[in-house]
């Protein structure tokens, strides 16, 4: 099992630069959760998806974050335009179902200059 | 109250020490509990999981007291590689699947 795998392992841009982050989740798990996580603030949840539908994104700071997840093997997390207070580790996890805990991928490293 | 609360430490033992670890949880629904681990620039990693009183896995015991609502790690026999950030994660009720991660506890066990 080759886990989570989120893709770039590092991203530098510059302010007002679209960011497009990649997810494949574990085959076989139904829910996919989006995490920001800065010194500052912690862990923060973002939005999730069960069965591929957004089911809560009252964590996305504002309009100019999105997530999409078109299948049960891909999410997207896109901030347009990005700004530097987005510089952030972002993780992307996946669980098989309530009471089975999440397993995350290696993160993206955001930043935005 | 928060949904979770931890004391963030700095918990600074020698190696060979015992050191215990208390959350405390708000939503007195909750069924399932996990402590996680997370190494400096590393993504969280699932440590162990609690679905009764407790559970144990080698030097690691993790309790729950669903009358206080909290839930414990202790860790016997300290190693210098349980040196890390040890978050509570406790599920929110309602379905979906949702947990809320608590803010770390730092561990750093020193020669």
């Known amino acids: 099992d080759a886990g989570v795998i989120q893709s770039p392992r590092h991203e530098v841009t510059e302010m007002g630069q679209e960011v497009t982050l990649r997810c494949k989740p574990i085959s076989g798990h139904n829910s996919l959760f989006w995490y920001r996580q800065t010194m500052m603030r912690g862990l923060e949840l973002l939005i999730y998806f069960n069965n591929n539908v957004p089911i809560d994104d009252s964590g996305m700071p504002e309009d100019r974050f999105s997530a999409k997840m078109p299948n049960a093997s891909f999410s997207t997390l896109k901030i347009q335009p990005s700004e530097p207070r987005d510089s952030a580790v972002y993780f992307c996890?996946?669980?098989?179902?309530?009471?089975?805990?999440?397993?995350f991928g290696s993160g993206t490293r955001l930043t935005v200059v | 109250r928060k949904e979770v609360e931890q004391d963030p430490g700095p918990f600074n033992v020698p190696e060979g020490a015992t050191v215990a670890f208390n959350c405390t949880y708000s939503?007195?629904?909750?069924?399932?509990f996990f402590w996680y681990r997370q190494d400096c620039r590393k993504e969280p990693k699932l440590l162990m999981s609690?679905?009764?009183s407790g559970n144990e896995d080698g030097r690691f015991t993790a309790q729950l007291n669903r009358a206080s609502q909290y839930i414990s790690l202790l860790i016997r026999d300290s190693k210098l590689s349980d040196s890390a950030t040890y978050l509570c994660?406790?599920?929110?009720?309602?379905?979906?699947?949702?947990?809320?991660f608590g803010a770390g506890t730092r561990l750093a066990v020193h020669p």
């Open positions: 939503n007195s629904a909750s069924q399932s």
């Open positions: 994660v406790v599920p929110i009720s309602g379905g979906y699947n949702k947990l809320i």
């Open positions: 996890a996946s669980s098989l179902a309530v009471g089975y805990g999440y397993t």
């Open positions: 609690v679905y009764s």
